[in-house]
T-cell receptor
Framework: AQSVAQPEDQVNVAEGNPLTVKCTYSVSGNPYLFWYVQYPNRGLQFLLKYITGDNLVKGSYGFEAEFNKSQTSFHLKKPSALVSDSALYFCAVRRTGANNLFFGTGTRLTVIP | GAGVSQSPSNKVTEKGKDVELRCDPISGHTALYWYRQSLGQGLEFLIYFQGNSAPDKSGLPSDRFSAERTGGSVSTLTIQRTQQEDSAVYLC?????????????FGQGTRLTVV
């Protein structure tokens, strides 16, 4: 079975401060990991993915994520948060050979001016 | 348009009625997904189409739900005898072949309200 956990429903951070949105996963075999963002009244937008290679992946809008196999984590990070980063963030995992993405329940990020 | 298109954007229906939701994937994308997003919940996988292969229907919650994909392009999700618990946002996504390594692109969703 595969699953994704986003332990925080809500994350608040001050503008300009670094932000972290946590994600841990459980999957058999090698995982393919993704982050998506959902702005109000809009569809999900792809941010970044880890497939293989360098554990630190960089994505859109200055976001990055680090794949940590020993901790089965794929936390999303940004060095300096913007108010416009406020949105709902979803982590997703797919295992090798599987057809679909399994999504976490989402973390609502609020950046306070 | 270049993105995934879903229609209608909003649908209000009476309990017991049937509804059809439409998805136009990105041209050339062979994989198509349907997900359901309920308030306060994550995305729930419903069904997956890949090319001409038999669809993966393992996520459909009951036999009232069905989906088809005609000509490898447009897909329709049908919910028969709708119930109030079917109220949710239904999201469609598509991706290119080599799907394990390829991100999915999502439509704006159809918000279904069953009254």
């Amino acid at each position: 079975a595969q699953s994704v956990a986003q332990p925080e429903d809500q994350v608040n951070v001050a503008e300009g401060n670094p932000l972290t949105v946590k994600c841990t996963y459980s999957v058999s075999g090698n995982p393919y990991l993704f982050w998506y963002v959902q702005y109000p009244n809009r569809g999900l937008q792809f941010l970044l993915k880890y497939i293989t290679g360098d554990n630190l992946v960089k994505g859109s809008y200055g976001f990055e994520a680090e794949f940590n196999k020993s901790q089965t984590s794929f936390h999303l990070k940004k060095p300096s948060a913007l108010v416009s980063d406020s949105a709902l963030y979803f982590c997703a995992v797919r295992r090798t050979g599987a057809n679909n993405l399994f999504f976490g329940t989402g973390t609502r990020l609020t950046v306070i001016p | 348009g270049a993105g995934v298109s879903q229609s209608p954007s909003n649908k209000v229906t009476e309990k017991g009625k049937d509804v059809e939701l439409r998805c136009d994937p990105i041209s050339g994308h062979t994989a198509l997904y349907w997900y359901r997003q309920s308030l306060g919940q994550g995305l729930e996988f419903l069904i997956y189409f890949q090319g001409n292969s038999a669809p993966d229907k393992s996520g459909l919650p009951s036999d009232r739900f069905s989906a088809e994909r005609t000509g490898g392009s447009v897909s329709t999700l049908t919910i028969q005898r709708t119930q109030q618990e079917d109220s949710a946002v239904y999201l469609c996504a598509s991706s290119a072949r080599g799907i394990e390594r390829t991100e999915a692109f999502f439509g704006q969703g159809t918000r279904l309200t069953v009254v």
